[in-house]
Every structure is written in structure tokens, then in C-alpha cells.
């Protein structure tokens, strides 16, 4: 009972917090803040959209979303490795998310009839969390060997690769508590193939599985609520803000 009401005041803790910084982020960017443009983008957002939104459903628009949101080939034209590294957070992201944890909790609620160990869900988590690790290699070698002029090695960048890389690993702990303390077949264990050999290490790991579910936990949901604080969230909408100008571009201007 107890685990069930913090895990409920914490899960809306962090979404509360996640949609107030998101809130100030648009409310910021309509302001036109450092712009020069005063509050004119209040006045073309609502017009905009709604002459945008009859584009998002066509073909041509959604293989731009594609294109330039999800498979970023602009960034590919810019840097290879660059794009590598963000195609991998921004995929790992994805997977995580909305295949994993949302689609779990989904199962949960009796909307969906899943199992963590049917083959397709236990590969797709597995590679989610590779590409998160890659990422994060990635980014360190960007900035530690290479150092790249335009990436700021302070310590934000720093402790956002290591809470990223954290939920990750902790993730594959918690996988492999699991994968024990539920005795999960061995043939079914396998297909969660880097949980399956962390939880060959040692015959203790079922023992601390509902801690490191609550650290993974913890690290997961502050992270959520933390993001629309830090340029993380630049990251992440910089997709978005391609898709964006696209729009703007195939609309043209108002009356056209």
C-alpha cells in the first residue's frame, strides 16, 4: 500500500513539474523573449496552427516528420558522428518511453494484454537501452577526445550523461532482479539478453529487486522533471522545431 502511494504521489510529482517547465518554455517562445518581436508571436500562433494542422495529415508532411524529426537528416548532412549520437538519445528516448514504460503501464491498468517477456517487447527494451549507452559514449567522446568547438563541456552536460547512463544500467539491474525474482523460464529469460547475463552473475540479484526498481525509479521520474529546465529539452525539441519551419515554409504567408 505504502509503495503504491508514493509511487502514485511521485509519478505526479514529476509530470506536474515536467508540464509546468514545458508550459513556461511555450510561454516563453510566444513572448518572443530576445526576439525583438514583443508579443507578436501570440498573435500568429493560434492562426498558424490552424492553418497547419490540415498539412500534419499529408503524405508529404509526414515524411518530412520522418525525414527531418525522426531520422534528423539534416544533422547526418552536418556531422555523421553528431547525428549518430542524436538519432541514438532521441530513439533510445522513444523506445523507453512510449514502447516500454508507457505501454507497461498500459498492461497495468488491463488496457493492453502484454508480457515484459514476449519476444518483440523484451528485444525492443533491451536495444532502447543500448542506444541510450551509445549516446552517452558518443557524447563523452565528443566532447573529452574530440572536443568539438560548440559543445560546453560544463557540468550540466556532464551530469545529464551520467543520470542518463545511470537510468540505463539501472534499468538492466532491475531486468535482471526481475528476471529472478519472478523465475522467469530460461528460455524466455534469454530474449532480455543483457538482463539475462547480468542475472547470471550472482543468485542474490531477486533479493534487491523492489530497491533497484526504486532507484531506477527515482533517477527515471526526476530526470522527466527535470528536463524542460535544462538544454536537454533544446534537444529534444529541436526535431520538433525542423517539422516546424517546414510548415511554416509549405504554408507560406497568410492570405497566400
Request: no cysteine; net charge positive; glycine share 10%.
Amino acid at each position: 500500500m505504502f509503495q503504491d502511494t508514493a509511487y502514485y504521489i511521485s509519478l505526479t510529482l514529476g509530470v506536474v513539474v515536467f508540464a509546468v517547465g514545458v508550459g513556461g518554455n511555450v510561454a516563453w517562445w510566444l513572448s518572443g523573449t530576445g526576439s525583438g518581436q514583443g508579443d507578436s508571436r501570440w498573435a500568429r500562433a493560434f492562426p498558424l496552427l490552424r492553418r497547419a494542422v490540415p498539412l500534419i495529415f499529408r503524405r508529404r508532411t509526414l515524411g518530412a516528420i520522418l525525414v527531418y524529426g525522426l531520422v534528423q537528416r539534416q544533422l547526418w548532412r552536418e556531422s555523421r558522428l553528431g547525428w549518430l549520437m542524436s538519432v541514438s538519445f532521441l530513439w533510445g528516448v522513444i523506445v523507453l518511453f512510449f514502447i516500454g514504460s508507457l505501454t507497461d503501464m498500459l498492461d497495468y491498468y488491463g488496457l493492453v494484454e502484454l508480457s515484459k517477456d514476449m519476444g518483440w517487447f523484451a528485444l525492443v527494451n533491451e536495444l532502447g537501452g543500448l542506444l541510450i549507452l551509445l549516446g552517452v559514449v558518443i557524447a563523452l567522446y565528443r566532447r573529452s577526445v574530440q572536443r568539438v568547438p560548440h559543445l560546453r563541456s560544463g557540468r550540466e552536460a556532464w551530469l545529464v550523461l551520467a543520470w542518463l547512463a545511470a537510468i540505463a544500467l539501472t534499468g538492466y539491474l532491475v531486468e535482471a532482479a526481475r528476471l529472478l525474482y519472478e523465475g522467469v523460464p530460461e528460455g524466455a529469460a534469454r530474449l532480455s539478453f543483457v538482463g539475462y547475463g547480468i542475472s547470471r552473475l550472482g543468485p542474490s540479484w531477486d533479493a534487491a529487486y523492489r530497491q533497484i526498481w526504486w532507484l531506477h525509479w527515482v533517477l527515471a521520474i526526476s530526470l522527466l522533471a527535470y528536463i524542460p529546465y535544462s538544454k536537454l529539452f533544446h534537444a529534444l525539441v529541436t526535431p520538433l522545431s525542423i517539422v516546424a519551419s517546414y510548415l511554416e515554409e509549405r504554408m507560406g504567408p497568410p492570405g497566400g
